[in-house]
């Protein structure tokens, strides 16, 4: 018999938020930029639009800015996501990181992302 698995759900990771009309806002996803669900997002600074963190970036997707809170596949063109970016507690370990990250590079996240107001809780390693 096969074995299902069930996707994230938002609530693994948003454990309390302000008025989801404050806290989350759509977004553009840029083309080639897919994101999935509870993955941490940058915003290009120059289009406003938003791909997955790159901490090695240096087009302002190095700087977290929100978590999606669904998967967007932008690889044909630039999609409509919705992101988490305001007043909430989230926790660390269900969210999607970026391959290969270190725990002193989540930790900077995590600074980036209490500036725009999501508080961290749980671990990080």
């Known amino acids: ?17 302000a008025n989801p009309n404050y806290s989350r806002s759509n977004v553009t996803i840029a083309y080639q930029g897919s994101v999935k669900r509870l993955e941490v997002v940058g915003q290009i600074t120059a289009t406003g639009k938003y791909r997955p963190l790159d901490p090695a ?7 977290a800015k929100g978590i999606s809170l669904m998967d967007v596949d932008a690889s044909g063109g630039d999609q409509v996501g919705l992101i988490l970016n305001g007043d909430s507690l989230v926790e660390m370990d269900a ?4 391959e290969g990250i270190t725990s002193g ?11 725009v107001n999501i508080k961290a809780v749980g671990s990080t390693a």
Do not use: F
């Open 1 to 17: 018999m096969a074995v299902l698995t069930e996707k994230a759900s938002i609530g693994d990771a948003v454990k309390w938020e």
């Open 57 to 63: 970036g240096s087009t302002g997707i190095e700087v």
């Open 95 to 98: 969210l999607v990181w970026p």
């Open 105 to 115: 590079a989540k930790e900077a996240v995590i600074a980036e992302l209490a500036e």
